[in-house]
């Protein structure tokens, strides 16, 4: 995808209505700090558009990033924070439900994984919610750069055992630092685009 545009167009926060949108919508999902603004960014060309966190549990609203006219990328609150209340996951949970539930535009959700880490239990929650809402998963390791080469295949092994995939399910291992596998994981983004 050629960036000619980008903006921040929509910030839900955890009781506003959802918006109606025209456009696709392709949503990442993913703990705090696992690097979703990240890779907006990188999948942006953008150093820094979207908000990267010094401390995790940042982004605690539903960022709606205009892609040229053509998309939008959701950029969804963290979740595993443990410093949060309680009250502050129950809003998140709800948020996010009523997000997957209620988008008539959402064409995919990212599930974003520390490339490092097996997934954790709200991480296989939150896959199992995805594919109960209707979506394909498409998990999107994160943070690559800071593995050895001989663990890539290794780790993604491990995702993709931890969470259950099929065959066929989508994992991308990606860098935004370095920028691996950003056009792959656009490619994906356009062909649920339509
Ligand atoms: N080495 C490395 N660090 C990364 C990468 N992506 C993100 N980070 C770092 O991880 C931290 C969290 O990144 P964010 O993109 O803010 O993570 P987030 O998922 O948006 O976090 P919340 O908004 O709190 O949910 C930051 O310090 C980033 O610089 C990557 O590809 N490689
Ligand atoms: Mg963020």
């Not at 979207?50 to 709606?64: D, L």
């Not at 896959?127 to 943070?143: E, H, L, M, N």
Request: aromatic letters at 8%; a positive charge; glycine letters at 6%.
């Amino acid at each position: 995808m050629v960036i000619k545009k980008v903006s921040l167009d929509i910030v839900a926060g955890v009781t506003s209505k959802l918006p109606e949108t025209d456009m696709p919508e392709v949503a990442l999902a993913g703990r705090s700090n696992v690097g979703k603004s990240s890779l907006i960014n990188a999948l942006m060309n953008r150093k820094a558009y979207a908000r990267v966190s010094a401390s995790p549990g940042k982004t605690q609203t539903i960022n709606y990033y205009n892609i040229n006219d053509i998309l939008y990328l959701v950029d969804l609150p963290g979740y595993g924070y443990t410093k949060a209340s309680v009250k502050v996951k129950e809003q998140w949970g709800r948020m996010v439900e009523r997000y997957l539930k209620g988008s008539g535009s959402l064409k995919a959700v990212f599930l974003l994984n520390d490339s490092r880490h097996p997934p954790t239990a709200s991480d296989r929650q939150m896959f199992d919610w995805v594919c109960r809402s209707g979506y394909r998963p498409v998990v999107i390791a994160t943070k690559s750069d800071k593995l050895k080469k001989n663990d890539i295949e290794k780790n993604k092994k491990i995702i993709r055992q931890t969470y259950g995939m099929k065959p066929d399910d989508v994992l991308i291992m990606t860098s935004s630092l370095k920028k691996e596998n950003i056009e792959e994981v656009w490619q994906v983004i356009e062909s649920v685009m339509t």
